[in-house]
C-alpha cells in the first residue's frame, strides 16, 4: 500500500503535501464561489507505481479542482461542475 496523498495550507494561501511519494507545493487561490490550486511543482522521485496509479489521479485532481466545500468532516474539492474529485479527512 502506498502512504495516503496529503494536503495542507498555510497561512500565505500557500499549499503543500504529498501524493504518496513526491511532496508537492504551489500557491492556492480563493475567490467568492472558487478556488484553484497551483501551478503546482513536484519533486521527481522515482516511485514505484503504475502510470495513473493514486498519486497520478491526485495530481491531476487538484489541477482541476475549482470550487470546494465541507460535508461534515470532509473537505471535497470539486471540477468546474461541482463534479466531486477528491475527499480529504483532516489530518495530524
Known amino acids: 500500500l502506498?502512504?495516503?496523498?496529503?494536503l495542507?495550507?498555510?497561512?500565505s494561501q500557500r499549499v503543500s503535501g504529498?501524493?504518496?511519494?513526491?511532496?508537492?507545493?504551489?500557491?492556492?487561490v480563493f475567490g467568492l464561489d472558487s478556488l484553484r490550486?497551483?501551478?503546482?511543482?513536484?519533486?521527481?522521485?522515482?516511485?514505484?507505481?503504475?502510470?495513473?496509479?493514486?498519486?497520478?489521479?491526485?495530481?491531476?485532481?487538484?489541477?482541476?479542482?475549482?470550487k470546494a466545500r465541507l460535508e461534515g468532516?470532509?473537505?471535497v474539492l470539486l471540477d468546474a461542475s461541482g463534479n466531486p474529485l477528491v475527499r480529504l479527512l483532516p489530518g495530524n
Open 2 to 6: 502506498s502512504p495516503k496523498p496529503k
Open 8 to 11: 495542507r495550507w498555510d497561512f
Open 18 to 28: 504529498t501524493g504518496g511519494c513526491n511532496a508537492f507545493g504551489g500557491a492556492s
Open 37 to 66: 490550486l497551483g501551478p503546482l511543482a513536484a519533486t521527481g522521485k522515482a516511485c514505484v507505481t503504475l502510470p495513473g496509479a493514486q498519486e497520478d489521479r491526485f495530481f491531476r485532481a487538484l489541477e482541476r479542482t475549482r
Open 73 to 75: 468532516e470532509q473537505l
